[in-house]
């Protein structure tokens, strides 16, 4: 069978795709087995995907690996997740550095126990001088967290003198935000089923293309990252001016 990937534009590829990673969850309770098999089986979709990601030579892929509000979830599964993220980084370093992937990560990293802060500074270091895709894992990070941040950020500079009130603009702001070397994403994919950006860069998606599949995350894989590639190829994108005004500018 021809693979999507044969049908991709490489000249017209989103330079950054971030991924909601739904469906862990339910993959497994459909198999009989707990919420932690199924995120255990998620981290064999997320190394196809960026490996894809990769041959492809997109730019950013970022993955939406634990939210904010996932700390309210059963205690047991928070722990499980916690040792899976140290487990998982530990044993992919060599697997990034090898297909040349920067590892990054934009979140609240101090709501992590220090083992895993302490694994992910050592990943960081150990990515950080290679120049391929660059993987930014979104860890207990939501968008209402990075915008009150920001906003305490620039209040704070406001207060000390570094900044006016009259100086903030777009640019400005977006500076603050934990995405400020990070171009917006064009393509925003969630797997599982669910119509919804569940508080997920929300201010960086003003202009994205969203494409939901009922795919559960751990059946997603790299193919499945060339065919919402294409369908992403297929759209006019026209950021609030008309089709006619899109095909004058080409």
Do not use: F, Q
């Given at each position: 069978m021809q693979s999507y990937k044969q049908n991709i534009d490489l000249?017209?590829?989103?330079?950054?795709?971030?991924?909601?990673?739904?469906?862990?969850?339910?993959?497994?309770?459909?198999?009989?087995?707990?919420?932690?098999?199924?995120h255990f089986h998620g981290v064999n979709?997320?190394?196809?995907?960026?490996?894809?990601?990769?041959?492809?030579?997109v730019e950013f892929l970022t993955l939406y690996a634990f939210s904010t509000e996932n700390w309210d979830r059963p205690q047991e599964e928070v722990n499980g997740l916690m040792e899976l993220l140290i487990q998982t980084i530990r044993k992919e370093v060599p697997v990034l550095n090898k297909n040349n992937i920067r590892l990054s990560v934009i979140g609240d990293l101090s709501m992590l126990p220090n083992d895993a802060q302490a694994e992910m500074e050592e990943a960081l270091k150990e990515t950080s001088k290679n120049i391929g895709l660059n993987l930014v894992l979104a860890l207990s990070y939501s968008s209402r967290w990075e915008l009150v941040n920001a906003v305490k950020k620039i209040a704070e500079d406001i207060e000390s003198g570094k900044l006016k009130a009259n100086d903030i603009n777009q640019s400005v702001l977006e500076s603050y935000l934990a995405t400020s070397?990070?171009?917006?994403?064009?393509?925003?994919?969630?797997?599982?089923?669910?119509?919804?950006i569940s508080n997920f860069l929300l201010y960086q998606s003003a202009y994205t293309e969203l494409y939901f599949t009922d795919l559960k995350w751990p059946d997603f894989d790299k193919e499945k990252l060339f065919e919402a590639i294409c369908d992403f190829q297929n759209r006019e994108r026209r950021f609030g001016k008309t089709g006619e005004q899109i095909k004058q500018n080409k």
């Open positions: 000249s017209n590829l989103p330079r950054h795709i971030a991924i909601i990673m739904d469906g862990n969850g339910r993959w497994a309770k459909e198999k009989g087995e707990d919420r932690l098999y199924g979709s997320v190394r196809s995907v960026a490996e894809g990601a990769s041959e492809l030579g070397n990070i171009p917006d994403p064009e393509l925003m994919i969630r797997t599982g089923g669910e119509h919804r």
